[in-house]
């Protein structure tokens, strides 16, 4: 594991094998780190094949500086331009998991010229809004005004600490309500039991993308994580496959 340095007493810890290009970025979920199953299958599945793969913690999370509860969608989103300008070498294709699936769209506004191609895995775009601001009640809302945080049960683990800033914050990076600039190959995975992120997300998002290559794959009886072991070899095909389109 090594760090990538992000200011006075701030990193954001990696770890990449070099490889064939394009090379394999993937970008964990809110409240992951790059030690999750899909993270390391990948990482497998590209050192068996030869390719180049990076993982990294955001800020916050695993293995990083910093709190969670201080993290937003614009800080992951620079921690993870850095990790692509400053660790990953040339071309490269992302594999994003829920939140990192809306930061990897981000990075491929920002980076259009290096990013060839897109894996979201239950992508979850503008969630701060549409899948916690929105389904607040009222109670929910009080106490977020009032104390400028809020503790959301998780079934992965303890409470998360949701903080105003982080859904303010996210509105400035809200993609869903117009069409979206992005003309490399994507390739959406999603449960249809997903309990966490609707699968109509994905039929959005695929709707928005201006991109003439999009290919929606629903598994009907997915959840949201997607890491049983017929997911991951599902995930290890698009994976090639698009790969294999982009060269």
Not at 91 to 102: C, D, E, K
Not at 175 to 190: E, K, R, T, W, Y
Not at 232 to 243: E, P, S, Y
Request: glycine fraction near 10%; hydrophobic fraction near 40%.
């Amino acid at each position: 594991m090594e760090r990538l340095e992000r200011g006075p007493c701030e990193w954001v810890a990696y770890e990449r094998h070099p490889g064939s290009s394009p090379e394999v970025l993937f970008l964990g979920g809110f409240a992951s780190d790059m030690t999750g199953t899909k993270a390391l299958y990948l990482d497998a599945h590209c050192r068996a094949r030869g390719r180049a793969f990076t993982r990294f913690d955001y800020q916050g999370h695993g293995a990083s500086s910093g709190r969670f509860e201080d993290g937003t969608i614009g800080r992951w989103v620079a921690d993870a331009l850095a990790v692509l300008d400053r660790v990953v070498q040339g071309p490269a294709v992302l594999v994003g998991s829920s939140m990192g699936g809306w930061i990897m769209l981000l990075l491929a506004l920002a980076r259009p010229e290096r990013v060839k191609g897109l894996i979201g895995i239950a992508a979850a775009p503008d969630f701060t809004e549409r899948l916690m601001r929105e389904t607040m009640t009222p109670e929910e809302r009080q106490t977020l005004a009032r104390d400028g945080v809020l503790l959301q049960p998780s079934d992965y683990g303890e409470p998360l600490r949701i903080t105003r800033e982080l859904l303010d914050e996210g509105r400035d990076h809200l993609l869903l309500d117009q069409a979206i600039a992005i003309g490399c190959p994507v390739h959406l995975l999603h449960g249809q039991a997903d309990p966490d992120v609707p699968f109509e997300l994905s039929l959005e998002l695929a709707d928005r993308l201006e991109s003439r290559a999009v290919t929606l794959e629903l598994v009907k009886d997915g959840d949201h994580r997607l890491s049983r072991e017929a997911d991951l070899r599902r995930l290890a095909a698009a994976l090639d496959r698009l790969l294999e389109a982009v060269g």
